[in-house]
């Protein structure tokens, strides 16, 4: 090892050490050069001094505590029966037609729960056609390109475990017929994988065993990529926000853009949709007001009384769960990643296999959990002045894929998406046959280049008039 070398190592040995995590280097000695010198630029980046105070705030529940302190008041939400929908859409729609406008899809997560290999948005989701969730969303933007006659560039964030995939995928698929300069991918950050008492585990000897650092770190990972500047350079204002799981998303919402810019109740910093919980157990955030901010409470963070507190007429106090769809000022978002604000780092326990410091073999079936952080892109509303909640509702815009089987799982998404297209249809005029208990009884999918809402079906030359009990109609 050359003087330098040994210095570069000595110095990363110390800070290590001074964080209790010098264990990292247990098998240095017997790596290969370049696996050393590897390992230690990996070691430079590990954000130490935030992990030491994340794991103690852990530890000793400082994160109930965090949001404990202050009265915690039920959500102010906006509801589009109260608001003067033609205005506002008309200027959201201006706000497309002007090129303000750009969709950001965040795609870097690990879908453990769905159990899916490849990048979600790979995942087949639409009820007879198949589609993966990247077309329904390629579709819904070169629906709106089209209709608005304007440019929607598309960001997605991807993860570095699964950004290749994500862009081959996109290859593979022409880009989906979007001109491949509008659409853009780039990489989220990643956070080092914990024990439960906050040691660093190892992936291999020369690897520290990292997880993508949680959709806030799309702030970040917007500024470093120069998405933003970019936005910057081509005049946009304004982010349309939403995750990959979500087929029913309107990413284009000219009444959401217009409501954004010009409601009393929004800052035009960020803004946010909401849906009624199904009840206090679901397992959504919920939007609530503390010191006069807007912020989403974690289910697991709302304590019980407040989670099942109700109204006279039963229904919950703390009812408005977020969906993770968001407007952002692309100014907005510059200001926190100039101002270097770190997001808190939430916790959550998955099983990492990780190499056994003892044997130095991998463990590829732990048997406890690992501690992953994450940051979470909601924690951005305390920081906005004033901040929108627009209600919206469950079966309009809430299908997530997120389990393999049950609730919001590939099979409700599709009955969801397929029961929404029959509402669709039955707005427009045509009769869809119901079962006995008055569902519907046959299974619909609307491609969004077909419609984006209904509206524009109503104007679709060929209509059917009827659909009949067990058919299976792709429009
Ligand atoms: P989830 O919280 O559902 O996580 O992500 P997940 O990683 O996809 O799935 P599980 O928890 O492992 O089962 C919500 C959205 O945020 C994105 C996901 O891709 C999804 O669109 N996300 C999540 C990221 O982009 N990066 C992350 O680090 C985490």
Redesign the pocket.
Same mark, same amino acid.
């Given at each position: 090892m050359s003087d330098a070398d040994r210095l570069r190592y000595n110095q990363v040995r110390a800070r290590l050490t001074a964080f209790g995590q010098s264990h990292v280097l247990a098998f240095f000695d017997q790596l290969d050069e370049s696996a050393q010198q590897r390992l230690l630029t990996q070691c430079e980046s590990i954000p130490l001094e935030l992990l030491a105070r994340e794991v103690n705030r852990w530890r000793d529940h400082h994160t109930l505590e965090r949001v404990t302190h202050a009265p915690i008041e039920p959500a102010r939400v906006v509801a589009a029966r109260d608001v003067d929908v033609a205005t506002y859409r008309a200027l959201g729609e201006r706000m497309l037609r002007e090129g303000r406008v750009a969709c950001f899809t965040?795609?870097? %997560?690990?879908?453990?729960?769905?159990g899916w290999d490849a990048p979600?948005g790979t995942f087949a989701a639409t009820p007879i056609l198949r589609k993966s969730l990247f077309q329904v969303f390629a579709e819904t933007i070169r629906s709106a390109r089209l209709r608005w006659q304007c440019s929607i560039p598309w960001y997605v964030?991807t993860?570095p475990q699964n950004h290749e995939a994500t862009r081959r995928f996109f290859a593979e698929h022409d880009w989906f017929a979007l001109e491949n300069s509008t659409v853009r991918l780039f990489e989220?950050g990643t956070l080092p994988s914990l024990t439960p008492d906050g040691k660093i585990l190892l992936a291999q000897r020369d690897a520290i065993a990292l997880n993508?650092? %949680?959709?806030g770190?799309a702030i970040r990972a917007l500024n470093a990529s120069g998405a933003l500047a970019e936005m910057e350079r081509e005049s946009i204002d304004t982010i349309s926000y939403f995750?990959?799981?979500n087929p029913l998303v309107k990413a284009i919402d000219p009444l959401f853009l217009g409501l954004h810019a010009a409601h009393p109740e929004s800052s035009g910093e960020v803004s946010s949709k909401a849906v009624a919980k199904r009840d206090q157990h679901e397992k959504v955030g919920v939007f609530c007001r503390r010191a006069d901010r807007s912020m989403v409470m974690e289910y697991s963070d709302l304590p019980p009384n407040l989670a099942q507190a109700t109204h006279a007429d039963g229904t919950l106090v703390h009812s408005a769960g977020s969906i993770a769809i968001h407007l952002f000022a692309r100014r907005f978002l510059e200001e926190i990643a100039r101002a270097g604000h770190e997001l808190p780092l939430h916790c959550a326990s998955k099983r990492v296999p990780s190499i056994d410091l003892e044997t130095g073999l991998l463990n590829e079936s732990p048997t406890s959990s690992a501690i992953k952080l994450?940051s979470f892109i909601f924690d951005t509303l305390p920081l906005a002045k004033r901040s929108l909640i627009l209600e919206t509702s469950r079966e309009e815009e809430f299908a997530p894929i997120?389990n393999a089987l049950g609730d919001d799982s590939p099979q409700t998404s599709a009955q969801a998406q397929s029961d929404r297209a029959a509402r669709w249809l039955e707005h427009c005029g045509a009769a869809v046959a119901r079962d006995s208990h008055g569902g519907y009884a046959a299974t619909l999918e609307l491609s969004p280049l077909t419609a984006l809402d209904t509206e524009q079906l109503a104007r679709h030359p060929r209509l059917p008039s009827r659909v009949d009990a067990g058919s299976r109609l792709a429009l």
């Open positions: 965040v795609a870097g %997560g690990q879908g453990t729960r769905l979600k964030m993860s989220q993508p650092d %949680g959709h770190g995750q990959i799981d994450e997120k």
